[in-house]
C-alpha cells in the first residue's frame, strides 16, 4: 500500500508541477525531444500508481496483504479480508480460518445494494452501500462461526460463512 501513496503521490507533484509551468510559458515543451520526456515520464508515473493501487487490491483480497496483518496501533489480533459478490447475496469467501485471539473481519462491499459483516454471538458491523467497509472484532475461542450479512433476508438467501479458529 505504501507503493501506491509514493507513486500517486509523486504522480499528482508532477501534474501540479506541469500546470504550472504549462501555464506560464509559451511553446512549452520546446522542443520534440522534451514533448517525448515529459509524455514518457507522465505515463510512467500514471501507470506506475495505477499498477500499484490494483497489485495492493488483489494481495489484500487474496490475503497477501495487509488485510490479513496484524492490526495496527499494538493491539495484536488477525484480520481477515472478505467482500461481498456484486452480483448475488453471496460473500466472496464461504470459509474463513483464523488463530485464537482478536479477530476481526474487514468486508467491502462493490455491490450496489448495502451489505454488513455481522459474527454470530459476537456483534454487527456497519451496513454500508457501495465502497463501504464493513467491519467486526471480537476475542475469539477455538471453535466454528458463522458470519453472515444482518440486513434482512440476506442470511436466508446465502449470505453466510464460517469462521474456524483453531
Not at 501540479?16 to 505515463?43: E, H, N
Not at 496484524?70 to 470459509?95: H, I, V, W
Not at 454488513?116 to 467497509?133: E, F, I, M, P, R
Amino acid at each position: 500500500m505504501i507503493a501506491f501513496y509514493v507513486l500517486g503521490s509523486a504522480f499528482a507533484l508532477w501534474a501540479l508541477t506541469l500546470t504550472a509551468v504549462g501555464v506560464r510559458r509559451d511553446g512549452f515543451p520546446r522542443s520534440r525531444r522534451q514533448a517525448v520526456a515529459v509524455g514518457t515520464l507522465s505515463v510512467l508515473l500514471a501507470a506506475s500508481a495505477i499498477g500499484s493501487a490494483i497489485i495492493t487490491t488483489v494481495l489484500e483480497h487474496y490475503g497477501g496483504g495487509e488485510a490479513n496483518a496484524a492490526p495496527r496501533g499494538g493491539g495484536g489480533g488477525q484480520r481477515l479480508a472478505l467482500m461481498a459478490d456484486p452480483t448475488q447475496l453471496r460473500f466472496d469467501k464461504t470459509s474463513l480460518e483464523a488463530r485464537a485471539g482478536r479477530v476481526t473481519i474487514v468486508m467491502t462491499n462493490p455491490a450496489q445494494i448495502d451489505h454488513n459483516v455481522s459474527l454470530q454471538g459476537d456483534g454487527h458491523g456497519a451496513t454500508v452501500g457501495t465502497g463501504g467497509t464493513s467491519t467486526v472484532s471480537a476475542e475469539l475461542k477455538p471453535g466454528r462461526y458463522t458470519y453472515y450479512c444482518s440486513v434482512p433476508g440476506h442470511r436466508a438467501a446465502g449470505m453466510h460463512g464460517t469462521l474456524t479458529v483453531r
